[in-house]
């Protein structure tokens, strides 16, 4: 499929490009729908095996596996590490906020689109189309050190939910 190696070709250019501007004195990004950089049936799942697809939050959005293994050293501070994982967000203008809770922020950060900056926070714009149409985004985790089991809170409208991605280590219950 298209997605997977539009990814891999995407996330490499991101970590070349990355920044590292801290996430805490970079909030906040509006991912713009220029961002997108592939379109996919949605719901997306990836994978055929049950460990690596991805997950359905709040009905709109992808999201990477509960684990993750590989972590990537970045010879960069004050973000050391990067696990490259892209996102998937449903077509139909619903505006999604994606935000490391504030206790995370001095261990993780977000990138996703094509900011090359680690943020804290990112609002993707509600992008038109039909709903059965994913839009993809190149992008993943910054941490400090691994390994971790990162919380994200995932917005969209009213509705909010909490997923947990460990990222070169399981989550525990």
């Known amino acids: 499929m ?21 996430a805490s004195s970079a909030a906040g990004r509006i991912v713009s729908c220029s961002d997108i950089i592939d379109y996919t049936k949605f719901p997306y799942f990836g ?8 997950r359905q939050v709040l009905g709109v959005v992808a999201v990477p596996p509960a684990f993750m293994q590989q972590v990537v050293p970045t010879r960069q501070k004050p973000w050391t590490y990067w696990h490259k994982q892209g996102l998937v967000i449903r077509a139909g203008g619903e505006v999604v906020t994606v935000t490391v809770p504030k206790i995370w922020r001095g261990r993780a950060a977000i990138i996703w689109g094509n900011s090359g900056s680690a943020f804290s926070s990112l609002r993707f714009k509600g992008c038109g189309g039909s709903a059965n149409i994913g839009h993809a985004y190149a992008g993943g985790f910054l941490l400090r050190s691994p390994p971790a089991c990162i919380p994200l809170i995932f917005r969209a409208g009213k509705r909010s939910a909490t997923v947990r991605f460990g990222v070169g280590h399981r ?3």
């Open 47 to 54: 994978s055929n095996r049950p460990e690596n697809r991805y």
């Open 2 to 22: 298209r997605f997977t190696s539009a990814f891999l070709a995407v996330g490499f250019a991101v970590l070349a490009g990355m920044t590292v501007a801290s």
């Open 171 to 173: 989550c525990h219950p």
